[in-house]
């Protein structure tokens, strides 16, 4: 019976020598801090999935708000295009109201055109009689302004030998003959300018 029994137990013993010994001991955990893991692990996962749950009910919410404000956009938007659709159609009738206005314009104008076209050729030949009195007044322009400016000029040559004249014979009568050969020599480009009776007292100072 002995022999029995240590036969039987020889096979549990072989199999508990077989099981590897822990590398470490103090890596094993006791049972009482397995369940503080377990506990901790599933307090851990129970926040997340309450915070996931907050936040789609938040995302939820917020969703709902944006899809009401796109509503109301959505609505306002389409009003709006439709009161400019109305606006633009008003303003397609007006336009069109204004075309036909503006092509029955025209076709007067080209109307008046068509009736002036026959007299065009009068008011060209119009046109080139006045540009040639035009430039024959321009030329008798010329003409008359050089003949001012020869008057002018005779004008201011008689003054100016008249005075000359005035202080020569001013110059005889003083006995000043030095002042009187110097004016007469003065007077004599201009003697021409000189009146009739001007030259016979120019000629009377010569002889005195």
């Known amino acids: ?5 240590k036969d039987l137990q020889t096979p549990g013993a072989e199999t508990a020598d077989r099981t590897p010994p822990p590398a470490d001991p103090s890596q094993v955990l006791s049972p009482r801090r397995r369940s503080a893991l377990v506990t901790y692990l599933a307090i851990l996962f ?15 919410k917020r969703l709902k708000l944006t899809n009401e404000a796109l509503k109301d956009s959505s609505q306002k938007t389409s009003a709006s295009l439709t009161g400019s659709i109305d606006a633009l159609q008003r303003e397609n009738q007006q336009l069109s109201k204004d075309n036909d206005e503006l092509t029955a314009r025209i076709a007067a ?27 024959a007044l321009e030329e008798e322009k010329v003409l008359m302004t050089a003949r001012i400016e020869e008057l002018v000029k005779k004008a201011e040559d008689a003054v100016t030998v008249s005075e000359l004249l005035q202080s020569a014979i001013a110059a ?11 004016l007469l020599n003065q007077i ?6 000189l009146s009739p009776s001007e030259k016979d007292v120019y000629e009377s100072l010569f002889i005195d």
């Open 172 to 182: 005889n009568e003083a006995g000043d003959l030095d002042q009187l050969v110097e």
């Open 1 to 5: 019976m002995p022999d029995t029994d």
């Open 46 to 60: 129970a926040i997340a999935f309450l915070f996931v749950a907050v936040t789609m009910a938040l995302e939820a």
């Open 188 to 193: 004599a480009p201009l003697r021409d300018s």
């Open 109 to 135: 104008l080209q109307a008046e055109l068509e009736a002036s076209e026959t007299k065009k050729e009068e008011y060209s030949q119009l046109a080139e009689e006045l540009n040639g009195e035009k430039t």
